[in-house]
């Protein structure tokens, strides 16, 4: 039996916790008639948070309602990825034309090159071939776009697609990404029927549920751990997704059979030199230049920190301070702990940053 925790991204976890309220609302949707605004959701919160495993725990339960989940992370080819995913996906409830793969073969000097054929076939009339089939079956589709960024010329005429098809098919729409980038898609004029969409913004766990998801995550493999350890963990967490993953698996690790406080303790500093590169990292590269500054600002002040006092470490004026500290906001990197106060949201993000300053 082997960790029980996995701290990577896009993997659904062996036990998932949590999200109930979002899962619960998407599966109504999809319940419900054609017309329910939760057919079109977007799911966003900062990296780590647990986008993708809530777009993977939702794909695994509708199934059971008789809708098939179409995930694709977003990419150059979306629509190609699309069409492909549609097939691949639902390949059982679907006739396959005769595939033909014959390209650049010369007969008599003449090229047949069927593959230039088949592409200039248009993609909405395929998906719409594709869709009829299943729709005529009852069988519904999620489209799961996964790691959404805004501009994006196959995106437009994706959701021009299923805008109109809305209704006739049996189709909903889910998407995840981090803030900035969902909401620049939602600026788009040309797709602004996407605003609409339901937004879901990903939070930290709570204490409680982070405690339960230690307990039984560790309860899936021999190892048996102690409360006190389990309290621990989730207090380091601080209830952050991806942290107890990484926490869960180092303690895992370093440890016996029977796991106290001091071989948790000792499971965490280990966990700790890797949070740097493998989260805090990839938050800061979603970030500006201007809100490193502000951030950076932040780590040197004793936390939670005084607005004025930021102000007057990092030289920016009121309006600009005000910008950047709702964009750190809703990017899920800061928030308010009380009136004229602001602090880190991401554990170890204030050490990490002030080692470096
Ligand atoms: N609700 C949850 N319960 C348990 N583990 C979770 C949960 N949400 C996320 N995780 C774990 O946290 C890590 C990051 O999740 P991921 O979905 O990749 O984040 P994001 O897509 O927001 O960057 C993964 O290891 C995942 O298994
Ligand atoms: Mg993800």
């Given at each position: ?114 593959e230039n054929i088949e592409q200039e076939e ?236």
């Amino acid at each position: 039996m082997g960790n029980p925790f996995y701290p990577s991204y896009g993997i659904l976890p062996k036990v998932f916790l949590g999200r109930e309220d979002i899962i619960r609302e998407f599966l109504y949707g999809l319940e419900n008639a054609p017309g329910d605004p939760n057919r079109s959701t977007a799911i966003t919160g900062a990296r780590g948070t647990g986008k993708t495993a809530v777009l993977k725990e939702i794909g695994k339960e509708m199934l059971r309602l008789g809708w098939i989940p179409v995930y694709v992370l977003m990419k150059n080819e979306l629509l190609d990825d699309i069409y492909e995913e549609t097939i691949h996906s639902c390949k059982e409830h679907i006739k396959q034309e005769s595939k033909r793969k014959v390209t650049g073969i010369s007969l008599f000097q003449v090229s047949i090159n069927w593959e230039n054929i088949e592409q200039e076939e248009r993609w909405e009339a395929k998906m719409h071939n594709l869709l009829s089939q299943l729709t005529e079956k009852s069988i519904g589709v999620v489209f799961e776009i996964d790691e959404v960024q805004g501009n994006s010329e196959d995106l437009r005429r994706f959701a021009a697609f299923f805008q109109q098809y809305r209704e006739a098919f049996k189709i909903a729409l889910l998407m995840a990404g981090i803030p900035h980038q969902l909401d620049s898609v939602f600026s788009d004029k040309v797709i602004s029927f996407l605003r609409r969409s339901r937004l879901k913004q990903l939070g930290l766990l709570s204490a409680s549920e982070s405690k339960i998801l230690i307990r039984k995550t560790f309860s899936l493999s021999h190892k048996h751990i102690t409360e006190e350890a389990v309290d621990f963990i989730a207090e380091k967490s601080g209830g952050f997704p991806y942290l107890i993953q990484l926490l869960g698996y180092e303690v895992w690790e370093s440890a016996a059979d029977d796991i106290d406080i001091e071989q948790t303790r000792a499971g965490v500093n280990k966990a700790e030199t890797y949070i740097g590169s493998s989260l805090i990292e990839l938050i800061l590269q979603d970030l500006s230049l201007t809100d490193k500054d502000f951030i950076y600002g932040l780590a040197a002040l004793r936390t939670p920190a005084k607005v004025s006092d930021l102000m007057e470490y990092t030289r920016f004026d009121r309006n600009k301070l005000n910008q950047y500290r709702r964009r750190l906001d809703r990017e899920g990197v800061i928030y308010s702990p009380e009136r004229g106060y602001v602090d880190f949201v991401i554990p170890y993000m204030k050490e990490y940053l002030s080692e470096r300053l």
